[in-house]
């Protein structure tokens, strides 16, 4: 098994690509089971940040990195909430408020289209001179309401027309298969035989 530090902490986000990792022959350890802290996310684009994290990782660890930088961008709000996505509604995290703050803000609104973007970013060490750069795009409509209990963010309220259901209602494999993480692994894998 190769191994790659996952620069997230998020138990949900580690799950996701562990299943789209492991049968490739990659053990994925998460950073902060390595004592690495999370880094700063100062930039505007999920680029940035994602290469930012995916450096910060392999310097601490001296592994290989993965980092993925994701988020909602809602067409009526200017594509907001964008790289802050996490934390559109303030310190400390939360998504229960963070998808208050969206449906308040789009309240009145009849456009609701909105798509999740998802940039990989893989570098083989700290200062890799060609990171590995993968990008996935999920495109759907915000709902008035949430609906299902699966995945997590946004997804209660993300609603995907060609599959009828919100991201929440979506079993983990067909979600793996669709969603914009999903989308930007598997071009992300079609790249991996040059690691």
């Known amino acids: 098994m190769k191994k790659l530090v996952l620069a997230s902490n998020n138990a949900k986000k580690m799950k996701e690509l562990n299943a789209l990792l492991a049968p490739l022959g990659f053990e994925v350890i998460p950073q902060g089971q390595l004592g690495i802290p999370e880094a700063e996310e100062p930039h505007c684009t999920f680029v940035e940040n994602a ?4 450096r910060h990782a392999a310097q601490h660890a001296g592994l290989p990195a993965l980092a993925d930088d ?3 961008c809602v067409r009526a709000l200017g594509g907001a909430p964008g790289v802050i996505s996490a934390r559109y509604a303030g310190e400390p995290k939360s998504d229960a408020r963070n998808n208050e703050k969206l449906l308040a803000e789009l309240a009145g609104q009849s456009d609701r289209r909105a798509h999740f973007v998802s940039v990989l970013v893989l570098v083989r060490s700290a200062d890799d001179p060609q990171p590995i750069i993968a990008e996935g795009e999920w495109h759907g409509e915000i709902l008035a309401t949430p609906r299902g209990a699966e995945g997590f963010g946004y997804d209660p309220l993300f609603y995907v027309p060609a599959q009828c ?3 929440a209602e979506l079993d983990a494999d067909t979600k793996n298969r669709l969603s914009h993480r999903g989308q930007a692994m598997q071009r992300l894998i079609e790249r991996l035989p040059t690691l």
Request: aromatic fraction near 0%; hydrophobic fraction near 60%.
């Open 51 to 54: 290469l930012a994290k995916a």
């Open 70 to 72: 994701s988020g909602l």
């Open 165 to 167: 259901m919100t991201a």
